[in-house]
């Protein structure tokens, strides 16, 4: 079985369980998901399957529009299949109440969208603490972990800063380390880099990569740049409402574990 620890100050990195575990972290089986618009019925996913094992880091590629933030969205228990299984962490997502729901996204999933999404009148030390400060951990805990893991990120000489304060790789790395304080097992991100220049946007992948492998995770990254999707454990195209192997260059690509 999996443990589902919370999360506390200081926790030791889960490269172990990576190591240990080789049960499938998400199990996506026939899923199929249809929006009612004004226009009619919109498909988007058709018979979808997926499967990504512990410590997998894989891309997700496809044309704006395909269903890719859906996808995420399902995975993350923000929006509910149509039809199908949708196993994430070992529960069920689709039958999660919305109580239920928001506990398992504190517990089980980091997220990063494409904006950071922090809260600008909070520092960004605060804005670290707030996933924990929501499950109830005490304020002076929740300061100390979000402190480690502004240092995780590379700003521990930033904690004070508000948002508008930093630059925008600064701002996708807080909030990277607010999607990870509460120790999640699952991170799931949705073109992290894509409203960053090329460098930043290498400089942030490389910090996903590294906090991916150090912290054992599960990764699904959304990204419409190939040559960071290459660098992924596999690449995935979201097509016509179902998932296909990308092929990658190979001497670009390289395991997670590698990176
Ligand atoms: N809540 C919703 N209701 C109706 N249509 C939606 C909803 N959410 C997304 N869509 C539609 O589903 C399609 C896929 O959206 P999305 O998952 O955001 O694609 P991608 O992230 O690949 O660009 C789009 O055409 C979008 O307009
Ligand atoms: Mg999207």
Redesign the pocket.
């Known amino acids: 079985m999996i443990e589902t620890t919370p999360a506390a100050a200081g926790q030791a990195p889960r490269t172990a369980r990576v190591t240990e575990l080789r049960v499938p972290v998400i199990q996506v089986s026939h899923l199929h998901k249809t929006?009612q618009?004004a226009r009619g019925e919109?498909t988007?996913f058709r018979d979808l399957n997926l499967q990504v094992e512990a410590g997998e880091m894989v891309a997700i590629v496809?044309?704006?529009?395909?269903?890719?933030?859906?996808?995420l969205h399902i995975l993350g228990a923000l929006d509910a299949p149509s039809a199908g299984t949708v196993y994430c962490a070992s529960t069920n997502v689709a039958t999660l109440t919305p109580r239920k729901a928001a506990a398992f996204r504190n517990r089980e999933i980091g997220y990063v969208w494409q904006f950071h999404y922090l809260l600008p009148e909070f520092t960004a030390l605060e804005n670290v603490a707030l996933p924990l400060l929501a499950r109830g951990t005490r304020k002076q805990e929740a300061l100390a972990a979000a402190a480690n893991w502004m240092r995780e990120v590379g700003l521990e000489d930033r904690g004070e800063h508000r948002p508008g304060e930093l630059s925008g790789g600064e701002q996708q790395r807080v909030a990277l380390a607010r999607a990870l304080v509460s120790n999640p097992r699952l991170l799931l991100a949705?073109e992290p880099t894509g409203d960053l220049d090329e460098v930043t946007a290498g400089r942030v992948f490389d910090l996903i990569a590294r906090l991916h492998a150090h912290h054992g995770l599960t990764s699904i990254l959304?990204t419409h740049n190939m040559d960071l999707a290459a660098r992924c454990t596999r690449a995935l195209r979201?097509e016509g409402g179902q998932l296909a192997a990308l092929a990658t260059t190979p001497q670009m690509g390289h395991s997670a574990g590698q990176i």
Not at 62 to 71: C, I, P, R, V
């Open positions: 929006y618009t919109l988007l496809g044309q704006s529009g395909a269903g890719k933030s859906t996808l949705d959304v979201l």
